[in-house]
């Protein structure tokens, strides 16, 4: 049995100061620090998109029959794969915003994944794009390296880190949160949302 803690987007942007921020995002890179020697395989993600970006607020340009108003950050619109938020610009490629946080310790990451690099489709879980469909890798990364056991940590709670804990759930890993070293965008709800989203999936919530 082969461990990973998967560690996603604790990035400059989604902290307090940063284009995104999750409340207290920052409080997560302490605890994260601390539980990386508990596993064999340590791995960071990394939200990476193009200044074009299709899911950023600012790019979005309404149709004649949208009404007043469609496109606002945080607002849902309808892309070929399905509803998506609409965010404010952040993580932009090679921006400081992009940055993982810089108390994070990266020195035993074997791996720094990115994602969210096509322009017309966002990603949240680190191992499909929001179609549900267009493989990121990881899950061919995992498989050679014979890690069956995930335990993920980040930000933010409610969105990447559920995505990608409960897409590892599907493909059968043995997969684990750590709620303390989460932190939450909680927009509309989507905390509890996501929580019982996990629990149906069969994510262990710690
Ligand atoms: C995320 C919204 C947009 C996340 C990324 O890391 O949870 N949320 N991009
Ligand atoms: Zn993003």
């Not at 920052?26 to 998109?49: C, F, K, R, S």
């Not at 017309?120 to 498989?143: C, R, V, W």
């Not at 880190?161 to 909680?186: F, H, K």
Request: hydrophobic share 40%; aromatic share 10%.
């Amino acid at each position: 049995m082969s461990q990973a803690l998967i560690v996603v987007d604790v990035q400059v942007d989604f902290c307090p100061g940063g284009a995104l921020a999750v409340p207290a995002g920052d409080e997560v890179v302490a605890p994260i620090n601390a539980m990386m020697g508990d596993y064999d395989t340590v791995i960071l993600t990394q939200d990476w998109h193009p200044a074009e970006h299709s899911s950023f607020a600012d790019n979005f340009r309404p149709g004649p029959g949208d009404p007043a108003g469609t496109g606002a950050p945080f607002s849902f619109v309808e892309m070929e794969y399905g509803p998506q938020v609409l965010w404010p610009r952040h993580c932009v490629q090679g921006t400081r915003g992009a940055n993982l946080h810089p108390d994070l310790d990266q020195s035993r990451a074997e791996l720094i994944l990115r994602k969210g690099f096509r322009p017309q489709i966002d990603s949240y879980s680190a191992f499909f794009e929001n179609d549900k469909m267009t493989p990121t890798g990881l899950h061919g990364y995992l498989a050679e390296r014979g890690i069956t056991h995930l335990t993920f940590v980040g930000l933010a709670h409610d969105f990447c880190v559920a995505y990608s804990a409960i897409d590892a759930a599907r493909l059968g890993y043995d997969t684990r949160i750590i709620e303390s070293a989460c932190r939450a965008i909680n927009l509309n709800g989507s905390l509890a949302d996501a929580r019982d989203r996990m629990w149906q999936a069969g994510v262990a919530l710690f």
